[in-house]
């Protein structure tokens, strides 16, 4: 007799899975299969290819004078000292200095609230205003000499650093405002309207919850417009015809003359301005990557 249990089908066995640490590993990223030759190679080539130059610089600014040896042995400081005290070095340090940081903060203050108009306000000619912006960056700055000398000789500014200050900042603020407004864009807009709530005004939200957040956009303009500032050489030469008011990449034009070139003053004035660069990127490299990857994710 056959019973009903007997009658029941059995359910099917589920089906059998690897375990997973049997299952095949595809984690591996593409990069981890390159041989690592491939990788150092190039960038060997690259390393050598860029501190050849540097290493010249170095040899005709330690070597003595005359000396045709590729080690900087005995190694002097003579042009370091000819160009610093015989050649105004040291009135050119200070001046580029007072332009750089006088330009570094016009430019960020002004791009700090253009920058805060452009991103929390609309209005009507808002895109045209942004199209002009970043329309200016196509104009080279040798097109606008003649009407900005007219300009700065009319407001007796000529031959003051004031003017190339004002120059510089003016040429730096289209790009600053336009990485300011993608920066605050980034801010949630309701931070500030908790503060609102809160009893802040405008002003004092912006300085209390906005701007402490902003400071690696700050850094990232601020650095940049200080180095265009610093190295910048056709607003010096054109404005400026004191030599005392001279600023440093001037300064090294003045090393070289039709007859003859000075090597090694010319290679420690090129190093004189190229160490505050290479200090002040060195401290702020993190924040500069940040500021600039921050600003760029809305626009």
């Not at 984690?27 to 390159?34: F, K, T």
């Not at 501190?51 to 042009?79: D, K, N, Q």
Request: aromatic residues 12%; hydrophobic residues 55%; glycine residues 6%.
């Amino acid at each position: 007799m056959i019973t009903k249990e007997a009658t029941e089908v059995a359910p099917a066995p589920a089906p059998v899975t690897p375990a997973a640490d049997q299952r095949p590993r595809t984690s591996h990223r593409a990069w981890d299969e390159v041989p690592r030759w491939q990788i150092y190679v190039p960038l060997s080539i690259y390393l050598i290819f860029t501190l050849i130059p540097f290493y010249w610089i170095l040899l005709f600014a330690l070597r003595p004078a005359g000396s045709t040896s590729l080690v900087p042995w005995p190694m002097t400081f003579e042009h370091f000292e000819k160009v610093w005290n015989e050649r105004d070095f040291g009135i050119y340090f200070q001046n580029s200095v007072l332009t750089g940081v006088a330009t570094l903060l016009l430019t960020t203050l002004v791009a700090l609230t253009g920058g805060y108009a452009l991103a929390r306000f609309d209005f009507k000619i808002k895109r045209g205003f942004m199209l002009a912006l970043l329309c200016t960056q196509f104009v080279p700055g040798a097109l606008l000499l003649v009407p900005l000398f007219q300009i700065f000789a009319e407001l007796k500014m000529i031959n003051s650093l004031g003017s190339v200050i004002i120059a510089e900042t003016v040429f730096q603020l289209p790009l600053s405002m336009i990485l300011i407004s993608g920066f605050i864009r980034n801010v949630p807009y309701s931070l500030e309207e908790a503060a609102w709530v809160d009893g802040c005004g405008r002003l004092t939200a912006f300085r209390i919850v906005v701007l402490p957040l902003l400071r690696p956009g700050l850094i990232a303009v601020g650095s940049f417009a200080f180095v265009h500032a610093w190295n910048h050489f056709l607003f010096a030469l054109m404005f400026l015809s004191d030599q005392t008011k001279q600023t440093i990449p001037v300064g090294l034009n003045t090393l070289m003359s039709a007859d003859s070139v000075d090597l090694g003053a010319l290679a420690a004035g090129g190093i004189i301005a190229a160490v505050p660069v290479v200090i002040v990127f060195a401290f702020i490299q993190k924040w500069l990557i940040t500021g600039f990857s921050a600003g760029a994710v809305k626009g």
